[in-house]
């Protein structure tokens, strides 16, 4: 695949998860049968994009000489992939950066990676020293914290600009809340607006 193709395939992908925050679960076929064979199917797909993201991470931390355990998961059809360190590590940090920017990259990398590999677009999920998850808990304050807003005030809220994947978990956890969450904006701007209806 040349490098034009991937980056068309990626430009298309980072545009698909911005007009598609829900990053929905594909629709289940009608026939069980193929249902299930397509369930295996796309298990085997998600076994061999870890494997191949695993491959790539493990050669950067190895150019990097940066010390890290390589986890792969595959859970609710997406496959999970996490770097961790036993002891503290600056050089993982350093992969985090700062609100997560480089870890939104190499993630992007990783999932060009698995593409150029297996020409089948990624929806994999990295993350490093538990960022992911530190940070999906601020983002339930966040939600919390708007949606006690809109109840005291009867006003939108909007939040700040954030990741399709971010998004993601902030419309869940407004939706849980009983509220509304759409999101707004272009690119990098992009942002969720919480409110009653």
């Known amino acids: 695949m040349s490098v034009e193709s991937s980056e068309h395939a990626l430009s298309a992908e980072v545009s698909e998860d911005q007009d598609n925050d ?7 076929g009608t026939n069980a049968g193929a249902a299930a064979a397509d369930k295996g199917t796309s298990a085997s797909r998600l076994e061999e994009e870890g494997d191949v993201a695993a491959d790539y991470l493990e050669e950067l931390l190895d150019i990097a000489d940066i010390d890290g355990d390589i986890d792969i998961e595959v859970r609710n059809g997406r496959t999970y992939i996490s770097i961790v360190a036993e002891e503290e590590s600056a ?3 350093s992969l985090v ?3 997560g920017e480089v ?3 190499l993630q992007e990398l990783t999932r ?3 593409l150029s590999a297996t020409e089948n677009r990624s929806r994999l999920v990295l993350d490093i020293n538990g960022y992911r998850k530190e940070r999906a808990g601020h983002l339930q304050k966040i939600a919390e914290d708007a949606v006690a807003t809109v109840k005291e005030t009867g006003d939108a809220v909007a939040l700040e600009p954030m990741s399709a994947y971010e998004r993601k978990i902030v419309h869940d956890a407004v939706a849980d809340l009983g509220f509304v969450s ?7 701007g992009r ?3 919480v409110s009653a209806d």
Not at 22 to 28: D, G, H, L, P, S
Not at 182 to 188: F, I, Q, R
Request: charged residues 30%; proline residues 0%; glycine residues 14%.
């Open 22 to 28: 829900a990053e929905a679960v594909t629709a289940e």
């Open 91 to 93: 050089g993982l940090e």
């Open 97 to 99: 950066g700062r609100d």
């Open 103 to 105: 870890l939104e990259a």
């Open 112 to 114: 060009l990676s698995v």
């Open 182 to 188: 759409e999101s707004e904006g272009e690119g990098a």
């Open 191 to 193: 942002h969720i607006v």
